[in-house]
């Protein structure tokens, strides 16, 4: 044969793969429809049909005899049955695979766990395995949810009792008051300054957490001496602290400079003595020391009161978050009382790119229970 026999054998096969290409296209464009497996059938026979029709064409050019064009065309539709029938079988099972895709999908749709399980394709595998790891993230997402919608109406309803109950009081002082049946009206007057205080402390905790949630706390860095922040705090609340019988101390050697917003950042150290002058026994001391840690200011605020057990330490500054021990009650009620002055400390503190972490004292330090430790981590300039 010649280059121009060649040439012409070649275009046949390639013009009799083009007509059965464009016939396959049609047939599924119109079919777009239809199962997998008729796609897959019609894809094979179209490839058998490329095949015979270059044979054919072949022939009617004579260049293969009449003997050996029946045998190839025999041959060829041999094949083409059995590779229409393993198509079909091995469609079966991608239909199978695709249908079960479909159904994990719906489940994952409907709030239903999806398992892994093996595809016959690698694609197909794959795609199972996403939607099982998408039923474990959605899982953990719902889980998550329903933990943080209970807490919610945890904290509604302890925020609820904590302004009912001041209110409770303030309404029945001022009847007393203006009946003019108090005997006392200066300790009702005191009272009533005092519920005031605590109501105010309350709805501030929720104002800032407000904020704090909708993402619109509003930071003016600047380098700061921790160290006079935190003597300024403790000068302000020593007083009271001793009103109490506690006495409240500043340890602090060195100058700490930190980059922070002084009156968000005095904000949460005050929720922190606060909370340790609230929680100090009779005759206790509370401690308030600054130094640098690892590259980094830090502030620590120690009390001598019942501790934290192991198990509540990781709670401590969830909003709300009460133990069973013995801080669960303050003995003195000086903050709003809805656990939130530790929520919001480690958001600023968060905030400003530190840390705020709490841990059990030593024992036998200083005598007596060991209390707890709380840690505020700030960075450096």
């Not at 953990?140 to 409770?168: F, G, W």
């Not at 003597?231 to 020593?238: N, T």
């Amino acid at each position: 044969m010649t280059i121009a026999d060649y040439a012409q054998v070649l275009g046949f096969a390639a013009g009799s793969a083009l007509v059965a290409g464009l016939l396959a296209a049609i047939v599924l464009r119109l079919a777009r429809r239809a199962p997998l497996v008729v796609h897959v059938i019609v894809i094979v026979a179209a490839a058998v049909g490329a095949v015979a029709g270059g044979i054919a064409l072949t022939a009617g050019g004579m260049y293969i005899n009449d003997a050996d064009t029946m045998v190839a065309l025999s041959v060829t539709a041999a094949s083409g049955v059995v590779s229409l029938a393993m198509a079909l079988l091995l469609t079966l099972a991608l239909s199978r695979d695709a249908r079960g895709l479909g159904r994990d999908a719906r489940r994952l749709g409907a709030g239903d766990t999806v398992e892994p399980a093996r595809r016959v394709t690698a694609e197909l595998d794959a795609v199972q395995g996403e939607l099982a790891e998408s039923s474990d993230r959605l899982a953990a997402a719902r889980a998550a949810s329903e933990r943080a919608e209970a807490a919610r109406r945890d904290l509604v309803a302890r925020i609820a009792h904590d302004l009912l109950a001041p209110l409770a009081s303030i309404r029945a002082i001022a009847e007393t008051l203006e009946d003019g049946l108090s005997t006392e009206p200066e300790r009702h007057a005191h009272q009533l300054g005092s519920h005031v205080t605590r109501l105010h402390a309350l709805i501030g905790d929720l104002f800032e957490l407000s904020r704090i949630d909708a993402g619109t706390l509003a930071l003016s860095p600047e380098t700061v001496s921790l160290t006079d922040l935190a003597s300024d705090v403790v000068a302000d609340f020593a007083p009271l602290a001793a009103q109490h019988d506690v006495t409240l101390e500043l340890a602090a050697t060195d100058a700490v400079t930190a980059v922070v917003d002084a009156q968000a950042l005095s904000r949460a150290l005050i929720n922190v003595v606060v909370n340790a002058i609230e929680h100090s026994p009779v005759g206790g001391v509370v401690t308030v020391a600054v130094d640098e840690h690892e590259g980094a200011g830090r502030v620590r605020v120690r009390d001598r009161g019942p501790g934290i057990a192991e198990a509540d330490l990781p709670h401590v500054f969830d909003a709300g978050w009460r133990a069973d021990a013995a801080r669960t009650s303050p003995r003195l009620g000086l903050a709003g009382g809805a656990g939130l002055g530790l929520a919001i400390t480690r958001a600023i503190l968060e905030a400003h790119g530190g840390s705020a972490s709490a841990a059990r004292g030593e024992p036998g330090a200083t005598g007596g229970a060991g209390g707890a430790e709380f840690t505020l981590l700030l960075p450096r300039p």
